[in-house]
């Protein structure tokens, strides 16, 4: 479960958004400005949720079929939806667009909370694979990046704020 949870998180940061920012980026006339903000502070919630998520598969893996409760849970539960966050919060400020995807599944991830600490670490830890791996693969569905990191530079362009990011 760990594995399969890392490798969606890995597929989620090295996706659509990564080929959307690297578009944006040459578009923009203060890429410095924009590479400080989005590289340097939006990716400290990134950071963090992926520490998380470490020490949340780390309980998974020494007792995986311990019930989680308290840090425990926080960190199985909230490391994911901490990252989906950072990653909304980077999403945005490269392209002024909300990743409603991200937040909707950050947000089941902070609703299981109340009916989590009722699983097993390994029930929860598949759950939580599960709904980070649907979420790559319905990212993936909806759009192909170069045609979403086109479309980001369109709207950007409409909207006058390639200049200024």
């Given amino acids: 479960m760990a594995f399969l949870e890392t490798a969606a998180l890995w597929w989620l940061y090295f996706g659509a958004t990564a080929e959307q920012s690297r578009a944006v980026m040459s578009m923009c006339e ?3 400005r924009l590479a400080r ?3 340097t502070y939006l990716h400290l919630p990134i950071v963090a949720g992926i520490i998380a998520v470490a020490v949340g598969d780390d309980l998974l893996i020494r007792e995986p079929q311990r019930a989680l409760h308290g840090i425990a849970l ?12 950072g990653e909304c919060l980077f999403h945005w400020r490269m392209t002024k667009l909300a990743n409603v995807k991200r937040l909707a599944v950050a947000a089941v991830l902070v609703l299981l909370a109340p009916v989590a600490g009722h699983l097993n670490a390994l029930t929860l830890s598949a759950l939580v694979a599960a709904l980070l791996t649907a979420l790559a693969l319905w990212e ?20 006058g704020q390639l200049g200024g990011m």
């Fill in 30 to 32: 203060d890429p410095g």
């Fill in 37 to 39: 903000d989005a590289y």
């Fill in 140 to 159: 993936l569905q909806t759009s192909g990046a170069r045609t979403r990191a086109d479309a980001v530079a369109a709207h950007l362009a409409r909207r």
């Fill in 74 to 85: 926080a960190m199985l539960l909230g490391g994911p939806a901490l990252y989906l966050l």
